[in-house]
């Protein structure tokens, strides 16, 4: 973020494997340095951010901390004559219907009410001990469920776009819908991975994308 010559970012969601809530940069420790971050950021670009299934709730305190603008899941993005979609891309794996439900729970607003009512030493328990549960998940062979390729279209042709753009899948690729409709997924993230995976998708004004390796 530091080095970024870009002219906006977006941060498609899961830029944190927990986030316990906005309270969380009040102590010194690691949401308190990445929210310096945001900050020194958005002081020289706009940053935007779509939530992911793992820190959907960032939320207003964030934001005027640091300067965020959160977005909506999907979000439009109109740059030249382009329109483009931006997900962060849980809401289309329509077919893992226990995900689905808990999502509807989890972005209630009267359980996130309730949960960040709760000490911020027990949500950052909860938090570890959902993670030790997805982590023990991934271990099993169980098939994850990927993007619905009905509904991702179903998206794009209600915004009236061409390209979704969506992370989530840890499957990056770019893939033809049909004749005129595609989606570019992004990589997740891993720094200590070999090779490192670190990847940023940059937008051009004629409509152009292109990965570009951060490692
Ligand atoms: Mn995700």
Redesign the pocket.
Known sequence: MAATRADALFIL??LFEAWVGDDATGEPGFEAQCAEILRATAQRLPVFFVA???DFLVGEGLARQTGLVLLGDPTVFTFGETRWLLS???ALCIADTEYIAFRAQVRAAAWQREFLALPLEKRRAIARGMRTESEDRKRTDREYADVDMETALAWLREADAHTLVH??THLPADHALDADHRRIVLSDWDAQAAPPRLQALRIGIAGDARRIGLA
């Open positions: 969601g899961d992911g299934n793992r962060h891309g849980d992370g989530h």
